[in-house]
């Protein structure tokens, strides 16, 4: 055999052996990369379903929170209607008595209780004047203690040696506190009158009593 033939055959048996080589390294590649996406896409998913678990009982719980909150506030409506239900309460009752005389002229008044407006009306023209009594509150309200207070505007009616005070306006206020008990009823009077005595001027005669009286509200309906 010649040099050239020699060669020849070293260099084909050359080339035939690294197209084994290849062949078998591409076979072992390829199932490797394979192998690690599959493992890639199963932790992804796996963790997606982790996640939506994980949401779900977020939600749940979530849900929960809010019926136990309407539960709570059910209960605490319930409770209040009960105890309402078995307290009788307490009431009020205000009437405005003018015992005034000619001397004087009531143009306005106004009630409040506790601070609050209950009644107010005003009329110059003296049919305000003309009412001796009337009712200004009738309704229930919390026991305890309570506020009552009078605004008056008058005017006077002078005549002989007292024209002086002729169409004079002043005001006159005054203020009490009673006590609503449980079941019972206050009936209170706020009285218009005057005071006696000589040596008291025009302006001091007007005053206001307070008469109060608490009776059992199974009496007061009697």
Known sequence: MNM????TSILALAAGGLLIVSTISSAQDEPAG???????????????????????????????????????????????????????GS???????????????????????DGRGQFSKSDPTGLLDEQREFKVFDN???????????????????????????????????????????????QVRVVANERKGIGRSFTERPNVAFETRCIRLTDADQ
């Open 4 to 7: 050239r033939v020699f060669k």
């Open 34 to 88: 394979v192998d690690a996406v599959t493992a890639d896409e199963e932790t992804a998913d796996d963790s997606a379903d982790f996640n939506q678990e994980l949401l779900t009982i977020e939600e749940e719980v979530s849900s929960l929170k809010e019926q136990v909150f309407r539960s709570k506030a059910t209960l605490q409506l319930l409770k209040e209607i009960v105890v309402q239900g078995t307290s009788e």
């Open 91 to 113: 009431k009020a009752t205000i009437w405005h008595v003018n015992k005034l005389g000619s001397g004087y002229t009531l143009e306005s008044v106004a009630y409040f209780l």
């Open 140 to 186: 229930s309200l919390p026991p305890g203690n309570h506020n009552l207070t009078v605004n008056m505007k008058l005017r006077g009616n002078g005549f002989g040696v007292f024209s002086y005070v002729k169409n004079y306006t002043f005001n006159v206020q005054s203020s009490t506190n009673f006590i609503a008990e449980e079941g019972k009823s206050c």
